[in-house]
């Protein structure tokens, strides 16, 4: 079944981010993705996160789909104009991608390249209209296409946002009416703001996808709770890793722990994030079946 079938289904769905490498040696990448094949419905593969040049998503989806492995494309506004998006939406969907997640992307003051220049062509929201326009058999000029592309569409949601509710979901209302379907949060560390962001969201059709991102230390840890606002770190995790005889093991029965309350609480998935711990991988997965 795939990851559309099990989202239609009501099924808890698993997603693994895996970063593809910044050059051309991909052996690692793939060999990481084949390793969890079996355990995850699909392999979410970012484009140039936090603005760091790397291979790109298309490219990093296309290597894993000929392994056999269902991959999520991720779409971004900061890099590319209408017309680049529409033809690398329309190359994925020709080889056989099935699914697509829209992101805004971080400003190129974040990454490794600071003269870059972005582009932001369109809005997220605009993003998912033409997805959904090209969908539809014509192009964002109107043109009749020859053959339209059928995807599975994603898009970001920002849970962490309790001060902007209302703002965030009349966000979320335009990219639903836009045709996204699931929705991936913010990195997750305490489950009951989630739960006070969710309670807001009534009836809407859509699947969250809660981000359980690895922690590797308390200095990152620290480095969460003090720079990312949007991320709340309670400060009992922060004391179980300075307490914890082995701080690995600890790290990964935190994810354990975090993706067991996710499932337990019912939402539509995980994603989970593993920033070079991509050997922990299938110790979590085995753990969390």
């Known amino acids: 079944m795939g990851l559309s079938e099990k989202l239609d289904s009501g099924e808890f769905v698993v997603l693994a981010e895996l970063e593809p490498p910044k050059g051309v040696d991909v052996s690692a990448f793939v060999s990481s993705a084949q390793r969890i094949k079996n355990l995850v419905d699909a392999v979410v593969v970012p484009e140039m996160a936090n603005a760091v040049m790397k291979l790109s998503s298309l490219g990093g989806c296309m290597l894993l789909q000929d392994k056999g492995i269902e991959t999520v494309l991720q779409a971004c506004c900061r890099d590319r104009n209408r017309l680049a998006l529409q033809a690398d939406l329309l190359a994925a969907s020709a080889l056989g991608i099935k699914n697509v997640m829209a992101v805004e992307g971080e400003a190129p003051s974040y990454g490794d390249h600071h003269k870059a220049r972005p582009v932001y062509d369109l809005e997220l929201t605009e993003l998912l209209e033409v997805i959904q326009k ?116 600890e790290c990964v029965a935190i994810a354990v722990e975090l993706i067991e309350g996710i499932k337990a609480h019912g939402y539509g998935g995980v994603m989970i994030s593993p920033l070079g711990w991509e050997g922990r991988l299938p110790q979590i997965l085995e753990a969390v079946q």
């Open 134 to 249: 090209l969908a539809g058999g014509r192009d964002m000029s109107g043109v009749e296409l020859e053959g339209a592309p059928s995807f599975t569409v994603g898009a970001t949601l920002n849970t962490g946002a309790l001060g902007a509710v209302n703002q965030e979901l009349a966000a979320l209302d335009k990219k639903i009416a836009a045709g996204a379907t699931f929705y991936v949060t913010p990195p997750v560390f305490d489950l009951a703001q989630l739960a006070g962001f969710v309670k807001h969201l009534q009836d809407r059709p859509i699947k969250i996808i809660p981000n359980v991102l690895l922690l590797k230390s308390v200095g990152m840890a620290r480095a969460i709770d003090m720079h990312l606002k949007h991320v709340h770190m309670p400060g009992q995790i922060i004391e179980r890793l300075k307490s914890a005889p082995d701080r690995v093991r």
